[in-house]
């Protein structure tokens, strides 16, 4: 039995008369062919990477598995139509927060029709597209059991500024997510998200590399899927950070030449979210100087030195795992005891430790690892 | 006593009743002012250049050196008119090969005029800056005493296709400049020009790690010129290849975003520098399969490994500097003693001598020490 899809966060939805994507309990996908040249350009697409010699081993996995084309009823009733299966990107997932990225300042390409490359600059310019070289195409931040996902409009997601997408890139990784205007996003799960050998960043490193690299593709109006689960995190185990490339209806043949639109809009990410991690004092950091010294030692690296003899102060951090608080700005990491507090600190001790010298070192790293002209 | 510059590639030139760039004896370039925002731009950013901290001293260098502005008489006989004092980057230069490559599938910020937007999104759209991500404003390649400079229309050098850029980046530091289509550029010059630890490609990583960080400018319409002089590396000197930013009227603040624009550009056009560095069979080496193996030793490297055996042959290699012989495709090294030949192989050793696998090594050298997101 096809159903809608729990996590979609951009792009058209299933629903009364409306014709969009939907899943099967065993983890496919099911993305409704569009039924002009886009729906045969996606097919060709899928179908082209198994036996293309050109993606190393490693950037595989950075594409969805591709199951074949399938008829099955629209979910708009209309009947059957043909469906792209692919992978499931939310399988197994418990709340994940999930940010849709379309890459490139420029999402069509030189071969467009006119009447195309119209509809796509005015959107452009009217989006983050234009002065970022990316925009959020939608997204959903997981708060809580009680207050859910934090899910902003696709619209008022497109229509960030870029000072409303350096906030929203923290936010995502904040454990204070409300809707609070005041509230300054705390990056707790900077580092093990977007850090680390295994994280966003690292990952968008090595598709930098290869982007540098490969002429084989131009990517217009493709996204990259960014994908972890907080309660993983607070749970100090791995928060499953993972990016994905999707849509691929407006793919064209690189011919020689790399894609720079993609290349170029993937490095202002990449800058956006290295400022993260290594300028820390944009997160809410400030609450470690307002706190009760006495009762715990909190550096700007949010390093807790002293798990002894914290207790649960108004700007308190707390590490005694059976007796978590969710602080307003807090993270909820036992939901059976609750009470409130302001300015809460994460206790996730996994992202704590993580210090931010360890951040860059993790980077550098990487850097040379993955990157250059190869 | 100020005059035509004489190795100008681009922009509007001085002439009668024509308003253009002079330059004096003492190497000193001037630019008229554009009467609009243009001109104002571009003294505020030369102007800010000296001290601005945001730029590294080892970035500095690719900038002219500024001396201020300067009334003087207008080459379009209007009278005193204000203009940029800057560096001639052509001063001490003797017969040099240039290029002036304009960076960016964009050449209008997000903040100019409807009208602008239009005449220039024109222009990138019939050119190659939109497929590329930069297009190649004019140039002149130096072929030898008699033939002089082959300059091609600056209309004609924006209009290149894909596969003229590419070819024009090899005839660029090949020796073999004819306009004979049928001559495959030999690509001489690429290991000693475009290679090398201080060769072209070193310099546009350095420029390219630069703009992977620096969020300070957004640089539109701006080029990179490339110089260098083929004289010298018949010599068996070092061609004093270099590049040079220029051409700041559209400098815009960065305000905290990389200028992934320019990035973009820069990475395509190294992407095409690299691949000609290390995929010689695109270049005229096929010589090598047809010479006289008795006669000499070449290897798809152009390694010359016997220099005692070689002789003036139909595809011969040439390497006794005093008795140097100009082919219809060869190098010019000695002008007193040209008798004519086909398919001559460069005799200039130290090019040669630069295998294939060197220059790879050089560059992953390069990468790692001066790339990255830092």
Same mark, same amino acid.
């Given at each position: ?52 010699? #050109? *993606?190393p ?13 399938? !008829?099955?009823?629209?979910?708009? #009733? ?15 997932r ?6 849709? *990225?379309? *890459? ?22 009217e989006?983050?597209?234009l ?13 809580? /059991? ?5 899910? &902003? ?16 890139l ?11 205007s005041?509230?300054? &996003? ?11 050998s295994?994280?966003?960043?690292s ?23 960014? *994908? ?15 990016? /994905? !490339? ?5 793919? $064209?043949? #690189? ?12 490095c202002s ?57 969710? $602080?307003?700005n ?13 300015? #809460?600190?994460?206790a ?27």
């Amino acid at each position: 039995m096809l159903k809608v899809p729990q996590h979609q966060v951009a792009g058209h939805e299933a629903g009364v008369g409306k014709l969009g994507p939907l899943v099967d309990e065993s983890g496919r996908f099911y993305k409704p062919l569009q039924g002009d040249e886009r729906g045969s350009n996606e097919v060709a697409f899928y179908s082209s990477l198994p036996v293309n010699s #050109g *993606i190393p081993e490693h950037i595989r996995r950075f594409f969805p598995t591709f199951y074949g084309t399938e !008829l099955v009823e629209a979910s708009d #009733g209309s009947g059957l139509l043909l469906h792209l299966v692919l992978e499931d990107l939310a399988l197994g997932r418990v709340n994940p927060s999930i940010m849709d *990225i379309k *890459i490139g300042s420029r999402t069509w390409a030189p071969e467009a029709s006119e009447k195309y490359i119209e509809k796509c600059l005015k959107k452009d310019r009217e989006s983050s597209s234009l002065p970022l070289g990316f925009r959020i195409s939608g997204l959903q931040i997981y708060r809580s /059991k009680e207050l859910g996902f934090w899910k &902003p409009g696709k619209k008022a997601a497109q229509k960030l500024s870029t000072e409303e997408v350096k906030l929203v890139l923290r936010r995502f990784v904040s454990s204070n997510t409300l809707n609070d205007s005041d509230s300054k &996003p705390d990056c707790a799960f900077a580092s093990t998200v977007y850090g680390g050998s295994t994280g966003i960043l690292s990952q968008l490193l090595e598709l930098k590399a290869w982007f540098e690299d490969q002429t084989i593709f131009h990517l217009y109006s493709c996204s990259i899927l960014v *994908i972890f689960e907080k309660e993983l995190a607070l749970e100090g185990k791995s928060p499953g950070a993972q990016i /994905k !490339l999707i849509d691929f209806a407006h793919v $064209y043949e #690189g011919r020689g030449v790399i894609d720079h639109n993609f290349l170029g809009g993937l490095c202002s990410l990449i800058k956006f979210i290295y400022k993260i991690l290594t300028a820390p004092s944009e997160c809410k950091i400030e609450v470690s100087a307002k706190a009760d010294q006495k009762n715990l030692t909190a550096s700007d690296n949010a390093v807790v030195a002293d798990r002894k003899n914290l207790s649960d102060s108004d700007n308190g951090v707390e590490t005694d795992q059976k007796n978590l608080t969710a $602080y307003d700005n807090g993270v909820v990491a036992d939901r059976k005891n609750l009470p409130d507090s302001d300015n #809460g600190v994460a206790a996730d001790r996994k992202s704590l430790t993580n210090s931010h010298d360890g951040v860059v070192d993790d980077h550098k790293h990487i850097t040379y690892s993955v990157n250059g002209v190869s």
